[in-house]
């Protein structure tokens, strides 16, 4: 059983250096265009997370399908959805939040850009 | 179905690495998608093994008659998601086999081709999501039909219905992912009084995500995947591939992705072998698939 051992310590590595991947708000460089709007979404760190976040998002009314892909873009290093608004058009963040938990992942707090640039915290939590 | 004292103590010992490890753990790829409420995916899957490498005990024998036996299993697999608590999967095999076995001190060959057991899972999933680290607990009931034919002097089943249940972790940062699953299967006493006995294994990836590009939602995924089985001797009717025994794979794991089409490729060789009495080798194993969410 060394093999199991062996992996198990592998694994032990593994979660340590995950662990500094925790996010740190503070860092947040908020920087948004107009009609947009930022959220900070834990737990979306692959593909297929990304691929179902942005199929559930651009599926809301309000989206802008033109921008982005599919009018959204996901970082995963950073746990970032940034999502592009219609011009004109009002946002609606519980929409956004009930389309990113259905996608299984917890939206933590948001940063909406209007049409004039002006930046609005929402911190609703899950 | 008492387990010996050996069975036992291996079982024990795998339980006891799984919960060592379960604090630490991550997932693969069906597992991991699709999460969203109402998706749903299908994965195409070709796997080979076999060996013409006679065994007894732990140890390779001399092989006169030139006994071998060769794999080649085809699944179509699909998954749907009611929540992201809940799933259910299917697993439907297509089977190509062939042999060469000892009848009476003479090597006959043997062959056989059709549609195996047909498997179907309902994961249960407890996720949690914490910055960038997302892990789940998974805890799976299982049931093989015997839709495989189970005639014939090589059948691809055994002909019985069997349970099994799975207990899993799995864990993924940005980088990193390691999935520990423990799972037994109860196979039961199929046609003709075949009784292939039953399975425990326990399945370790650890996986290292070295590119993604969030512009276009592509990259490269690669993991080590590590199995160990332990399988109960079948009885001396069963004329299927099971020969009971222990054994350790490890190899390396390939994955390519493009947003929801995932390629996939594997190679697992064999770290430890234990054949119940005289036996063939499981061989080396090569699988590759493509899978595809919506």
Known sequence: ?126 | MIPNKKTLIFAISLISNFFYSLSYAHQPVMDMAPRWEEGYGFQLRQESFGSDKLMNGNSKTSNPLGLKRYVNITWLEGVYTFKPSTRITFKMPYVNQSRTKNVNAQAVKQKNSGVGDLIFGVPLKYYRNNGAITDNFSFTPSIRIPTGSSSGDFPISDGSLDLGLSFSHSLETPKYYTLVDLFYWINNEGKYGMHEGNELGLDVNLGYHPYHNNDNNTGIFMMLDISARHNEKPNSVTLTTASGGKRIQTGPVLMLYKDNIMLRAEYKFLAYEKINAVGLSRGNEFSAAIGITF
């Open chain 1, 1 to 126: 059983m060394k093999l199991l051992q062996i992996i198990s310590i592998i694994a032990s590595i593994i979660f340590y250096s995950a662990s500094s991947y925790a996010i740190n708000t503070n860092e947040y460089n908020i920087s948004l265009n107009p009609n947009e709007v930022l959220l900070e979404v834990h737990g979306i760190v692959c593909s297929f997370c990304s691929f179902g976040v942005q199929k559930k998002l651009s599926k809301l009314p309000f989206v802008d399908l033109s921008k982005y892909k599919k009018g959204s873009h996901i970082e995963i290093e950073k746990q970032r959805v940034t999502i592009a608004i219609k011009p004109n058009e009002q946002v609606n963040i519980k929409l956004i939040y009930d389309s990113i938990i259905s996608g299984g992942y917890d939206p933590k707090q948001a940063w909406i850009s209007d049409s004039s640039g002006k930046i609005t915290h929402y911190d609703g939590g899950k």
